[in-house]
């Protein structure tokens, strides 16, 4: 038919193969630099101010409890003779005729406590006990929970029912009576290890209760973490990128920790940082009760309890380490909302 065009051809367009004008070029720039999106989520952090605020108090807190005790001239078990029970910045008689001789006494800026310890260096100490059972508590829970919910939800089937029965179960178990049971009959056998075992001497500076917690918050408190990484991995697992690896031939460990975890770390990230004050918390009820670190070392926990018994004389004793506890909890769950809302892809704009 006349006046119809044939636009099927195979004959080259010299057009096509002529310079970008400058028009054409302004239509493919890119209007915003690529990020990944870990670092997306780190600059959505950025711009919020309660969370870096909370992040800054947090690298404060850490700096006071693991670097300054290393130049702190009091040790947290050092007992000054005839320094009993002092007040903040007082000096004992003893250490006053030292000064009047010309010597050089640092003072103690929080006093004493009733066996003439320095008590600022024993709450450094303290806050750095809870940090680390908290960190390492949490550590652990993501180990466990992250790789136990991934594989429930990646098997699926009659696996992942089992499975989430047998976390149902570990729900139901009281976990105060699981540490006070663990912190009885595990005492003698973890003395004897670490006693037999030279790499195993540390267990009798940080005492065996605390590796009840340890073992506890193994068993019991993963639970959580193991049912919110099943949700995720339920979703991700049917996308197309996971049926490709499949089809290439890769093993259910690559698949579940190359593709389905790797795309989990923002809830990952959130999760574990929400259950550190969480862990904070449990270690310093377990030692207010008796239940936490060995004396002489201290426990913000323990410190609350030994200031109960002169809380009217000393008022102080009491509110350092309390106020402690309460800063550091509060600035980690900040920290973990500022975390949610920066890498939920939910709450992009």
Known sequence: M?????NITMQLDVKDFLPADESEKQGLVVMRKSTSFFKDGLIRLSKN???MVSAFIIVAVMIFAFILPNFWPYS??????????????????????????????????LGTDALG????????????????????ASVLI????????ASAAYFGGRTDMIMMRIVDIIYTVPDIMLIILLAVTLKEPIKALAQRFAFLSWIEVVGVPLICI???????YWVGMARVVRSQVLIIKEQEYVTAARAMGASHRRIIGKHLLTNCVGTLIVITTLQIPSSIFTESFLSFIGLGVSAPMPSLGSMAKEALGGVRSYPMRLLVPAVLISLIILTFNLLGDGLRD????????
Request: proline content about 5%; cysteine-free; glycine content about 8%.
């Open 2 to 6: 006349e006046g119809v065009k044939n």
């Open 49 to 51: 101010p309660i969370a």
């Open 76 to 109: 947290y078990k050092e007992q000054i003779r005839e320094s009993e029970n002092l007040a903040p910045m007082e000096y004992s008689e003893l250490e006053q005729q030292r000064i009047d001789a010309g010597e050089k006494v640092f003072p103690h800026i």
């Open 117 to 136: 310890r320095d008590y600022l260096v024993r709450t450094m100490m303290g806050a750095r006990i809870s940090l680390l059972v908290g960190l390492i």
């Open 142 to 149: 993501l180990l466990i929970g992250s790789i136990y919910g």
């Open 214 to 220: 340890f073992i506890v918050f193994s068993l019991l």
């Open 342 to 349: 920066a890498f939920d892809p939910k709450l992009k704009k």
